[in-house]
């Protein structure tokens, strides 16, 4: 069994647990970052892509909405390209209490965050599709973030400090000596090959999954799993976060992002971070929902449901999960169970993610004698290489925050029509080979990295383009991330289109009526009665497969 030697070893490739590598690194300290499956494809990637303002939360979590408000202005400094500045309304519809409009605001400068209230009509010169019986309009600070390229940047930037982050690594325990955790046993699902990781602290920084991996360490973590339905509409509707203006509720947000405007979101208590269903009620509460802030919102068109996995941290009884706080916890185990050598970070949000990691850092310094202040609010960095146009309008300088043209102007400016992968998206033939470059393991890592697929045909039209690319790739460039061309095969490559299509059909299926359910049919009759798509699965399974985004579920797809 290989052997790693590190000083803190950190479970967990969402926002928080790249945010600690990343610190780790930057003040000298060895660290090594392990994922089960790709960056983010827990909660991370599968939220709405809001940067909190701190509103939502200024009258019943109030030091959460101060928390929002600080690193709101540090997350758009120090990672510009992942941010839009879209600005944010809370507005007060017919179904809300007018009086609420006074209440938030004086809680908005309670809580330093900032606010302004605007006129109705300067609203809707700006969003002209919004509700004109709104009553009252107040101006945040919210912002949209593409979580996806967040955590590449981050992942980046932590590397080049010197820290190691291996993907596709799941935690099978935790090596327990006495009253102190010295380390861990994992497994790389690519090559099934297990590996020891000696560290002096390990920081458990799982999210929802943080529960499992303290219980591994003989230690309780009580973690709820807060389920969260999102809807993604094909139309850009509004270029501003819409918010009602009340107490945080299922269906009262809109968020644009990139192509698209979210929906969201519901909070459902579920057992199981991994085991979850979308509920047809829970998509039709947020169209009916959204039409009181966009009248005729239900008439556009629904491109897929999803659904994250909230990490509250319960350490008090409540009503529901509504109540529990959005703040973070740092859980020190050696204080607080007697077993040493592991902490816990729970809770917490997107927006927050750096703070967090911070406090987390802070405590293990102090702990190993380093006395290097944190410097991850200073640094600004380095947009990952897939996203190369991360500059100004013109691609070039300083990285700039994301605008919604950046990649039209990109495409105009190198004349690239010609080499579009993913016309949907503005994907061209350059991008897409960056991040298979990168080491994307398989299509939904592509998709997360450059948006491919994500638009209104889902893929219909580039996912055999990109399957292509991969092969080519993959067998072109013997030894690129240690996949040999003589171990990727035709049968690899039918094995990544297939599961990408199965996972594209989850987020499909709650949505399948009008212009969606024909976009799907033809995305059928494109795969199945053209391509014979439904053959290639036996002959798949013949090959030795893919590393997917599920582990659980690993052994039905080859390794790659």
């Not at 330093?112 to 945040?140: C, H, K, T, W, Y």
């Not at 690594?169 to 006495?178: A, D």
């Not at 579009?420 to 998709?447: F, H, P």
Request: charged share 25%; aromatic share 6%; with cysteine.
């Amino acid at each position: 069994m290989q052997t790693i030697s590190t000083d803190v070893l950190v479970i967990g490739g969402g926002a928080t647990g790249l945010g600690c590598v990343r610190d780790l690194a930057m003040r000298g300290m060895r660290a090594v970052l392990v994922e089960k499956g790709d960056l983010t494809h827990g909660t991370t990637g599968r939220y709405h892509g809001l940067l909190h303002s701190g509103g939502r939360y200024v009258t019943k979590d109030p030091q959460s909405a101060t928390e929002c408000a600080i690193e709101n202005a540090i997350l758009r400094r120090i990672m510009p390209s992942s941010i839009e500045d879209t600005s944010g309304f809370f507005v007060v519809t017919p179904w809300d209490d007018p009086d609420y409009g006074d209440v938030f605001e004086a809680n908005c400068h309670k809580t330093g965050v900032p606010v302004q209230e605007i006129s109705v009509d300067e609203m809707l010169r700006r969003e002209p599709a919004l509700n004109p019986q709104i009553s009252r309009v107040f101006e945040v600070h919210d912002g949209s973030a593409d979580s996806f390229l967040a955590a590449h940047t981050n992942a980046r930037s932590a590397r080049e400090h010197g820290a190691q982050v291996l993907t596709y690594h799941s935690v099978v325990g935790l090596i327990r000596e006495g009253d102190a955790v010295v380390g861990a046993t994992v497994e790389d699902l690519r090559s099934g090959e297990q590996k020891r990781i000696d560290c002096a602290f390990v920081l458990n920084a799982a999210g929802a999954w943080a529960g499992k991996i303290a219980a591994m360490a003989g230690v309780k973590v009580t973690v709820v799993p807060g389920k969260g339905t999102m809807v993604a509409m094909n139309h850009r509707m509004v270029n501003t976060v819409i918010n009602r203006c009340k107490l945080p509720a299922d269906g009262d947000i809109i968020v644009p992002i990139h192509t698209v405007a979210v929906i969201g979101t519901t909070d459902i208590h579920v057992p199981d971070p991994d085991v979850y269903g979308i509920e047809p009620e829970e998509v039709q509460l947020m169209l009916d929902e959204g039409e009181k802030l966009v009248p005729g919102f239900k008439q556009h068109r629904a491109l897929r449901a999803w659904a994250g996995v909230r990490p509250l941290y319960k350490d008090q009884d409540v009503v529901n999960d509504r109540d529990i706080s959005r703040t973070y916890k740092l859980l020190d185990h050696a204080q607080r169970d007697g077993v040493d050598g592991i902490i816990s970070m729970v809770g917490g949000k997107w927006t927050t993610y750096r703070l967090m990691a911070k406090d987390a850092v802070d405590e293990i310094a102090r702990r190993m004698g380093n006395t290097q202040p944190c410097r991850t609010a200073d640094e600004v960095m380095p947009a990952p290489d897939f996203d190369h146009h991360s500059g100004n309008h013109a691609g070039e300088g300083a990285p700039s925050l994301y605008w919604l043209g950046k990649h039209l102007a990109a495409v105009e400016q190198e004349h690239a029509y010609g080499d579009l992968i993913c016309e949907c998206e503005l994907v061209t033939r350059a991008r897409m080979q960056a991040a298979i470059d990168s080491g994307a393991k398989n299509l939904d890592d592509v998709r997360r990295d450059v948006r491919m697929g994500m638009g209104p045909c889902q893929g219909g039209w580039c996912i055999y383009r990109t399957t292509a690319m991969l092969y080519e790739q993959r067998t072109a460039q013997p030894g690129a991330d240690a996949i040999q061309s003589s171990t990727f095969t035709i049968q690899h490559a039918n094995a990544a289109l297939l599961h990408f299509l199965q996972e594209r059909w989850k987020g499909l299926t709650p949505v399948l009526w009008g212009d969606q359910l024909r976009q799907a049919r033809l995305d059928e009759l494109i795969y199945v009665n053209v391509m014979g798509a439904h053959r290639l699965r036996s002959h798949a399974e013949q090959g030795g497969g893919l590393v997917t985004d599920h582990p659980e579920v690993a052994t039905e797809y080859v390794k790659a």
